[in-house]
């Protein structure tokens, strides 16, 4: 069989699925171009182009080539339609999402490649401004909370930008373009909804991104770190850029790491304590260094390793412990570790001091992304602290906040 070539002018090529209901029409008008010469016994393609317009409206371009009489069909095109008003698609919406659709856009850009049977296609989607409507009542509507991965895919201009790759045997009886493109639409839902993180490290460079999902803290601290910081900038980032979702924030300990961490912290801070003692007497008797440092650091007195058995043995000294005695009674010395160790041992860590450490953990990320992140207070919801290991499903340390969005 032998096509010498196939031109079009002002064609119109008509559309309609009766499968969904109410019924779903796409009409191509003012189609031109052209289909040059195609043989069943030369197996070279055809050049087709053609150009024209969705419901003479959004302009629709195809171009590639094609062989539709060899022995297995050769595809391989790229086709697109720019400024698709999506109320078209309501019968799509209503019945596999559950709500219509008032209002958007939708530009499609395609590439689909078939050969010896078998399918690979990249389909670029930008929808602009996708609103929905009120849910209907639909048994083939997905489960899934579709509102919240819109949300979670929408940026702050109310743009979604997927790329959605399809491939397949056509030779597979089961095999169906449109179920695998439905498929692969669900799936990316399903993926915004169980790995938000993922979805705003991708955006966002943040790594995997399910890391993302959590900040971690020394044991026993809730201090945050600088790679803390950068995990919280990151989360501002894609929170700000998402508007209508919101973030719920709920602290964490593990009673066997930070029981011992907090009974460090303990001893850390009234070492560090000590120090600013000394160095307030030093600048009250006119030390002018002293007083300079205390003046430098304030609070936030640092303690160098080779000052820290210094300011330790001052610590132990005062401390109220049962301390080891020589033959005269008096309280023996120590090495640095024997004297930590006893101070350690001393230490008052409660259930209660425990819970507070989560509670200011989740504190102290929530104003982070309030300060430093830019994120409205209205937006940021402090819950119910967790209070052991349990739960964990990543690599993470246990010692830490746990992030959770909704819309």
Do not use: C
Request: hydrophobic share 40%; net charge neutral; aromatic share 6%.
């Amino acid at each position: 069989m032998l096509i010498g070539g196939v031109s079009v002018d002002k064609g119109n090529i008509n559309f309609s699925d009766f499968f969904v209901k109410p019924n779903y029409s796409a009409n191509l008008t003012g189609m031109k171009g052209s289909v040059s010469k195609v043989s069943s016994g030369d197996p070279t393609p055809a050049d087709l182009v053609l150009n024209g317009r969705l419901d003479d409206d959004a302009p629709v371009s195809i171009s590639g080539k094609i062989n539709p009489l060899g022995e297995q069909l050769y595809l391989d095109i790229a086709a697109k339609a720019s400024g698709v008003e999506l109320t078209r698609l309501t019968p799509y919406a209503a019945k596999y999402a559950g709500y219509p659709i008032t209002k958007g856009k939708l530009t499609v850009d395609v590439a689909y490649k078939i050969d010896h049977g078998k399918l690979d296609a990249s389909n670029h989607l930008y929808l602009d401004q996708l609103t929905f409507g009120d849910k209907v009542d639909s048994p083939d509507a997905t489960k899934l909370p579709v509102l919240l991965a819109v949300s979670l895919l929408k940026d702050r201009h109310g743009v979604i930008d997927v790329n959605l790759p399809v491939s397949g045997s056509l030779s597979d009886p089961e095999f169906s373009i449109g179920g695998v493109i439905v498929r692969v639409i669900v799936n990316l839902l399903a993926k915004a909804i169980t790995s938000p993180f993922a979805l705003i490290g991708s955006a966002f460079g943040g790594g995997s991104g399910e890391e993302l999902g959590y900040v971690e803290f020394a044991p026993g601290t809730s201090t945050l770190t600088p790679a803390a910081k950068e995990k919280i900038a990151t989360v501002a980032k894609a929170l700000n850029d998402r508007p209508s979702l919101k973030l719920e924030i709920s602290g964490r300990i593990d009673p066997a790491t930070d029981e011992a961490g907090a009974r460090r912290a303990w001893l850390d801070a009234r070492v560090a304590e000590q120090k600013r003692r000394d160095l307030r007497k030093s600048a009250q008797e006119g030390d002018e260094a002293s007083d300079s440092e205390a003046g430098e650091q304030g609070a936030d007195v640092k303690v160098s390793k080779q000052e820290y058995p210094k300011y330790l043995e001052e610590v132990y000294k005062r401390a109220s412990v049962k301390k080891p005695r020589n033959f005269i009674g008096m309280a023996k010395s120590l090495p640095p570790e024997e004297m930590e160790r006893l101070l350690m041992a001393n230490a008052e860590v409660s259930e209660t001091d425990l819970r507070h450490l989560a509670d200011q953990r989740a504190l102290v990320v929530k104003q982070s992304l309030e300060r430093d992140g830019k994120v409205p207070e209205d937006r940021l919801f402090l819950t119910a602290p967790h209070l052991n290991a349990e739960g964990i499903k990543d690599k993470g340390a246990p010692n830490r906040v746990d992030f959770s969005v909704r819309q």
